[in-house]
């Protein structure tokens, strides 16, 4: 991609977009003062006025054709997700592909759950009254967007509020803002209103006047914690919904079905270079599998291919940033300092950071209790299903996890067990559909993505009610 100028929101300086692969300049983006956070709102009210009054099979149409458009073009898009963000083409096709799904079903979110009968008659003294509840548009929603889904994370924040009628004041990352611009772009095509859409791209003092002015109804945020943290502190009285990180564990019972857990666990730890926040983080096998596990699944690691994210032969790209990679080298260095076997991998060469495999990682470091984000997984072995479960919940924040087993009890008694926002049953943590709801455990957890659980965070019941007496 050729570097370019792109005009989003009337900036006065510019913020460079580099190619994560080789660091070469791809695009600048107008900066968005925080001082213009006026204009700002000014704009989404208008937006939210001619959303709210657009009908539903409007707002349905719009998103289908959208989905349309980009599956027309699904490989330009594709292209830009690899160039920004420096996924593999063949994970950034598949991104592609669920964006045009979440898209879709927003667009079938649009033309339903829009209410309900109340049956008012079913309480004393209400015989003579009869209504019903409609579900109405909060008005302005500010989404926040990270680098690693730069497509369909988006997707996620648009389609639903869209679908309720609402208007979205868009902060994407400002390492990969190119994808949201052209979904934009592609609504804007599909007779999306101007003006709904607003998109602002700048660092934290942009965000903290978003989030924090008093206009704004809803904040919608997938990052992590500490920013979490730092938006709820600065936000005030609106609705939340936050996707924030994990350390997603992974039980690998004895009785599983032996290459399908090697594959999947492969899978999902270094799908997207590990920036994935379902990504296999903590591998626990039973103890008289472990042997066997762990040399198949370091032999397995070893053949993937890591390099050039166009090559479609390659299996893992480069992180975001060369300062990510380095992140990650220094947190696994202190870890091996620390006690932990290096089993393969950790070898760096600029951006990218080759597949690692970790054993016996002591539970103090901070690659075992916290969010890594990068193509690293510990392995570990465990006596008892207790024992698993308990090292699976010991996190205080959780949203994926996964066991293998052919033992259906097992299983149930796992998924009952963990806290966890999903419980993956023969399939790795970091298996996720677009319509499910999708969302955090225990500390930090707010709200639910997931379209049509989205949709509802996004809109507000008003009961109607009519006295016949």
Known sequence: MNAAKLHVANGTSTIPVFCPYDGSLIASVDETDASRIDDLLACAHRGAKRSRNLSRHERSDILEKTARIIESERETFAKTIVVEAGKTIVQARKEVLRCINTLKLSAEEAKRNAGEIVPFDSYAGSEQRQGWFTREPLGIIAAITPYNDPLNLVAHKLGPAIAGGNSILLKPSELTPLSAIKLEEALLEAGLPDEVITIAIGGVGLAKA????????????????????????????KKM????????????????????????????????????????????VQADLYDRFRGAFVASTEKLRTGDPFNEETDVGPMISKQAAERTEIAVTEAIAGGAELLCGHYREGSLYSPTVLDGTPRSCSLWSEEVFAPVVMLAPFATLDEAISEANNPEYSLHAGIFTNNLAVALEAANRIDAGGVMINDSSDYRFDAMPFGGFKYGSMGREGVRFAYEEMTQPKVVCINRA
Not at 216 to 236: D, L, N, Q
């Open 210 to 237: 978003i989030v924090s002015a008093r206009d704004v109804r809803m904040v919608s945020f997938t990052g992590g914690f500490a920013t979490g943290e730092a938006i709820c502190r600065t936000a005030g009285l």
């Open 241 to 284: 919904a936050m996707e924030l990180g994990g350390n997603a564990p992974v039980i690998v019972m004895s009785d599983c079905d032996f290459d399908k857990a090697v594959e999947g666990c492969v899978s999902g730890a270094f799908w997207a270079a590990g920036q994935n926040c379902i990504g296999a983080q903590r591998i626990l």
